[in-house]
């Protein structure tokens, strides 16, 4: 049993959810809570890192839809292994740029693979372990593309440049997992000002904590 929280942080491209968990950090920490680790999928941990530039790479255009997820399972379940449960085991509240709910939404939802098989995996990965809550940021489609568009320091990468109906599907699947999990995902307006969608992601941890 973890000792600590794992808070995860999911939306579409372009919801803003690492710039919400990058603001709340010295929120948190304001608030008087001191141990915190925050991470990111795909990566986190070296080996992690380098099957992520494989995903992303914007060459990689042959690549199957279940030879990514696998990738994306393996990445996890080093990440996971090296990185978070030791964390969780010190008591840290760990903070994830996406986590099992990504694999669902875009490789379930977006590529079309069995939801089933994706859980599968993900318990397998994981050895059944699930966050004590994540954030789901959503917006639109069109909003999440223009904000990529508009933001040149952003990484772009190759699921970035899929057609839009993908990134609708990958909405709708984050919606349809929200309505499934509604003890553990809190729905987040991330079309709302900033500094709103930050406000309501800190309530909703302090909340939990």
Do not use: C
Not at 26 to 51: C, F, N
Not at 104 to 130: C, H, P
Not at 176 to 184: D, I, P
Request: without cysteine.
């Amino acid at each position: 049993m973890s000792k600590g929280k794992l808070i995860t942080f999911e939306g579409p491209d372009g919801a803003g959810k690492t710039t919400v968990l990058e603001a709340i950090i010295p929120l948190l920490e304001k608030a008087g809570y001191q141990d915190i680790m925050t991470t990111r999928e795909p990566g986190g941990v070296a080996i992690a890192e380098s099957i992520r530039e494989v995903i992303l790479d914007v060459n990689n255009t042959a690549m199957d839809a279940k030879t990514e997820l696998l990738l994306y399972i393996a990445a996890r379940r080093q990440h996971l292994v090296e990185k978070v449960l030791p964390a969780l085991e010190a008591g840290k509240i760990v903070l994830v740029d996406r986590f099992i709910d990504s694999s669902v939404a875009y490789q379930g939802s977006g590529r079309g693979l069995e939801k089933m098989d994706i859980q599968w995996l993900n318990d397998f990965a994981t050895d059944g372990l699930k966050p004590d809550l994540t954030l789901y940021f959503d917006v639109t489609a069109e909003v999440g593309l223009a904000r990529i568009a508009q933001n040149k320091d952003r990484e772009v990468n190759r699921l970035d440049l899929e057609k839009v109906d993908m990134h609708y599907q990958v909405r709708n699947g984050y919606l349809q997992l929200a309505k499934e999990n509604l003890e553990r995902i809190v729905t987040i307006d991330a079309s709302k000002p900033l500094n709103q969608v930050i406000a309501q992601a800190i309530a909703t941890i302090q909340e939990k904590l």
